[in-house]
């Protein structure tokens, strides 16, 4: 609930209206748009705090322990030394979708340092979530895995940092929509293992859905043993959670558009799917990649493009090999595959970069937002074989961002890779405090910015298990958060079938153009659809994904049978050569029998480029016989380099 007992001022620093009316979307003196920043305050001393009271003539107390900052211009206070109970959050600064993060501290007469923290399970109109254990039985089977999914996942990150003490305490867990939040993290005392965690999920079981009832139930009493082991545990919920997302249907619509902006002549961002011709396409909706060049024109634009037609050579391959697999292929073996994928990218780039000779700021990069759909086979606990596990992973170089946005919020999904993100990740500093420098939004890496050994690739998993949308974009529209400032506008119109995809795309870049026109701007919108209702005006079918076995994909690969050492280095040497300059031709050709070629070209610019043994990793291990069949064509030094056969 909103007091209205306070004043809250505009955030313009030129303006310092006091806004009177809490609840207005703007200030009405300058159109500044108002932010309304909920904190949750630590300890037993703000616990203690009544609903109305101002403390530090700025944060009005809501309710317990939810204040709200009167005066969101201003930087929070932050002691010279940061307390050792601050750290674990800032080394958790990743994992802010689940996480809280400090704003800053407090002091009230004798309470001493209240810790405020940011990003914390608290709407819009300053109330909590609700807790888990409270909106558990409400929950659909699959949303019942899948927070116990993220629990799992969070557990190993926070052990380390001595608070998996935060997982064991039922209200500190709460739920918005399909993603737990965490309200604090609370140190551990005493030795905890997987033991622990099991016992307090044991409690659940009997509140699960029918259809996941037994089998979790097992998975939960193999966790109560002390001999559980954590990769154990995950492969059978891992499990339970792709068989219980394959029963939804699943429908997905994808449009992008690139736009060079009002000030700037060129164009450095490129993103796909781009153009309606690549609606057809293979990749079609299973994949969506933004990419911001880095570099000046014939730099920057070169990048952007080069990464974009690579990457969706390899992930043409690799959706391929996924297709064909008869068992499931582990979130860990997929995120090596897409981060080889990267690395082979990022060391084109680099090598083009080294043959042009090109040096300090004219060497050419780009950032790389991407998301792909991996439609695996499952046979689901009714007994039929559905073609979809609902997965959906994310990679992200730089600072282009992806959310997800329904009808009740927007989620960041991405971090960028920042000097600001840098300092707190180190422990250094607060965020609030982090931004303040001058060069807080300099990126600290991007594909092409230094060898793929020295990059670290954020990838990540989610599960699409109900209706909404996933907004790519690149910093033309993130900047000044104009995606968290408009996403109600284009959003729900979206969501209610009032706007088309392709129109949303083009609203929001004509928005980015008007709030942020002096950048490029890449937006792609993927609208996802899953509930019954919404699909049945579209799909009557169970699963309305787009066929993976089209009969003409847009891209040209040669028809060989056994590709020579050659003709992988012909192949190779071409990509590198082509003029990114302007639009590559789409030649549709019929699609050869193997799909096993696009792989090995793929693992062969590794080893061109200096990443073997990691371009070839994903390869090995699906197919270690035809792997080594063909190294064994390569001449022997480069033999060396494969991996032997387990």
């Not at 059978?236 to 992008?256: F, R, Y």
């Not at 991407?370 to 992973?393: I, R």
């Not at 990838?459 to 949308?469: H, M, P, Q, S, Y």
Request: charged share 20%; with cysteine; aromatic share 8%.
């Amino acid at each position: 609930m909103i007091s209205t007992q306070q004043i809250i001022h505009c955030p313009n620093p030129d303006c310092h209206q006091p806004i009177n009316s809490v609840g207005d979307k703007f200030c009405v003196s300058c159109q500044t748009p108002l932010i309304y920043r909920y904190l949750w305050a630590t300890g037993a001393e703000a616990a203690k705090m009544l609903p109305g009271r101002l403390i530090a003539d700025r944060y009005e107390v809501i309710t317990q322990q939810i204040w709200l900052d009167t005066q969101p211009a201003l930087p929070p206070e932050v002691p010279s030394e940061l307390p050792k109970t601050v750290i674990p959050y800032l080394k958790l600064y990743q994992q802010q979708l689940h996480i809280p993060q400090p704003y800053g501290f407090t002091s009230f007469l004798d309470a001493g340092d209240i810790l405020l923290l940011e990003n914390a399970p608290i709407d819009e109109m300053g109330n909590l979530y609700p807790t888990i254990t409270a909106a558990w039985e409400q929950a659909k089977a699959v949303r019942q895995v899948y927070w116990l999914w993220q629990m799992f996942q969070l557990w190993t990150p926070l052990s380390e940092l001595g608070v998996a003490q935060s997982l064991l305490i039922a209200d500190n867990l709460l739920v918005q929509g399909w993603c737990v939040k965490l309200l604090e993290l609370h140190p551990t005392t005493e030795t905890i293992s997987l033991q622990d965690l099991g016992q307090f999920w044991q409690p659940w079981v009997a509140g699960a859905k029918t259809e996941i009832a037994q089998r979790l139930g097992n998975i939960i009493e193999q966790m109560c043993q002390k001999e559980a082991e954590f990769t154990a545990i995950a492969t059978q919920l891992n499990q339970l959670l792709l068989i219980s997302a394959s029963e939804l249907p699943l429908m997905l619509t994808v449009a992008g558009v690139t736009d060079s902006g009002v000030v700037m002549r060129h164009n450095e961002d490129t993103c796909y799917p781009s153009h309606s011709e690549e609606l057809n396409d293979y990749l079609y909706p299973h994949l969506s990649i933004v990419c911001d060049g880095i570099g000046g024109h014939e730099g920057g634009e070169v990048a952007s493009k080069l990464a974009v037609q690579s990457l969706k050579l390899q992930i043409r391959a690799l959706l391929k090999d996924v297709a064909e697999q008869t068992e499931f292929v582990p979130p860990d073996l997929l995120q090596q595959q897409l981060a080889a994928s990267l690395r082979v990218v990022n060391n084109m780039i680099w090598s083009r970069n080294d043959e042009q000779n090109r040096q300090g700021r004219e060497r050419m990069a780009t950032t790389l937002v991407m998301a792909v759909q991996l439609p695996q086979k499952v046979v689901t606990t009714a007994g039929w074989e559905s073609e979809n596990a609902h997965e959906l992973y994310l990679a992200t170089v730089g600072d282009s961002r992806a959310y997800w946005i329904t009808p009740n919020y927007c989620q960041l999904l991405t971090i960028d890779d920042d000097m600001a993100t840098r300092e707190v990740c180190f422990g250094q500093s607060l965020y609030r405090q982090a931004i303040q420098a001058p060069n807080a939004n300099a990126l600290t890496q991007a594909l092409g910015t230094k060898e793929a050994e020295f990059l670290n690739f954020a990838i990540k998993r989610l599960i699409l298990e109900e209706d909404g949308i996933l907004l790519l974009c690149s910093d033309g529209l993130s900047d000044h958060n104009w995606v968290e400032k408009s996403w109600q506008d284009y959003a729900i119109p979206l969501l209610t079938g009032q706007l088309s995809v392709a129109d949303a795309a083009q609203k929001w870049v004509k928005l980015a153009n008007e709030k942020n026109g002096q950048d490029n701007t890449s937006v792609v919108v993927t609208l996802c659809r899953i509930s019954q209702a919404f699909l049945v005006p579209i799909t009557p079918a169970p699963l309305a994904i787009e066929p993976i076995e089209p009969e003409e994909p847009a891209i040209t690969v040669p028809e060989l049978e056994a590709p020579t050492v050659e003709s992988l280095a012909e192949s190779s040497q071409t990509l590198l050569d082509l003029d990114l300059t302007e639009e590559p031709a789409q030649t549709p050709v019929k699609q050869p029998n193997r799909g096993k070629l696009v792989v090995m070209l793929v693992g062969f610019f590794a080893l061109l480029l200096g990443s073997a043994s990691v371009g070839l990793f994903a390869w090995w291990q699906l197919n270690p016989q035809s792997f080594r069949q063909t190294c064994q064509q390569f001449p022997q030094k480069v033999q060396q380099l494969c991996p032997e056969p387990k």
